[in-house]
Every structure is written in C-alpha cells, then in structure tokens.
C-alpha cells in the first residue's frame, strides 16, 4: 500500500538534491526491468494492463477517437530498447500485444510522464528528442496528437 507524501516533503529542496544525488550514484533499473519483463508472460501483462488502459481512455473510445487505430500496433518502450510494451487496438478495446509495433515510441520514464501528465507540450518532448518516434512516423504522431487532445481522468484508474 503506498502512502501519500506530505505535501511539506514535495517542494522540498533537501529531498530534491537527495534524490539526484540517488539518480547519480545508483545502478540503472533497466536490466533489472528488462529481465523481469522477459518473464512475466504477456497474459499476465494484458491481465494487469489491459482493464486500466481502457478505463482510462473509455469516453475517448466510446467517442470513436481510437477507431484510427484498430488493428494497428504500437511499442511504447523505455530509454535502452526495454522494458516496452506493445499496444494494439481491435474490436473497440486497446490491446496488449506480444511483439513489435508497426512504430515505436520510445523516451525517458520521464518523459512518458510528463507526456501523461501534460505537465509539457508533447511537440518539445519530441523536438527535445526526449521522445523519439521510428518507424511508421504518420501512425507515430497520430498517437502523439490523440494522446494530446484528451482529457486524462486517472482517477478512474483508482475503480
């Protein structure tokens, strides 16, 4: 159960300084994480994934706004080639997939939040190449710019 910080500990200078001093000296996640990645089966990925994505992005899909992309593929992957994760969209549902995307989005865990939380504009994440799109680029930014134009209700992941 994760507990939330004090709001006397978000703005703080000192745990600021001690956190990048942590990013520094600490070894990267990613081994880590792509090993783990490797291992856990894709139905279990689609178990813990599937269900939140579409809630999160229900008004959105029941507005038609994803029905550019049915039967399309995307990979969305962390700075190092893994972790990643590959999304499809078939049959009115977002789907995780087993494989590569037809394009791959890939950036900072940083990034991708920032891009989640619309804390920047997703056209300086690109422009900045803290995000980088390879492969089918049209399908790439017509991702970006759907992502953009919604309204993210993250509460709803909490149901």
């Not at 783990?36 to 507005?63: G, S």
């Not at 920032?114 to 300086?124: F, I, N, S, T």
Request: hydrophobic share 45%.
């Amino acid at each position: 159960m994760a507990f939330p910080l004090p709001p006397a500990l978000l703005n703080n200078p000192l745990l600021d300084q001690s956190l990048a001093v942590l990013r520094e000296y600490l070894p990267s996640p990613f081994p880590m994480l792509e090993t783990i990645d490797r291992r856990i089966p894709v139905p279990f990925k689609q178990l813990a994934a599937e269900a939140p994505l579409n809630r999160l992005f229900a008004a959105a899909i029941t507005d038609g706004e994803f029905d550019d992309f049915e039967g399309r593929r995307i990979r969305l992957e962390a700075t190092g080639g893994q972790p990643g994760i590959t999304i499809g969209f078939w049959a009115g549902r977002l789907r995780i997939l087993d494989g590569p995307g037809e394009t791959t989005i890939r950036g900072s865990l940083g990034a991708f939040r920032m891009l989640a939380e619309q804390r920047q504009d997703p056209d300086q994440l690109f422009f900045q190449r803290q995000l980088v799109i390879e492969g089918d680029t049209e399908l790439g930014l017509g991702l970006k710019n759907l992502l953009d134009s919604l309204e993210w209700d993250f509460r709803s992941l909490l149901r």
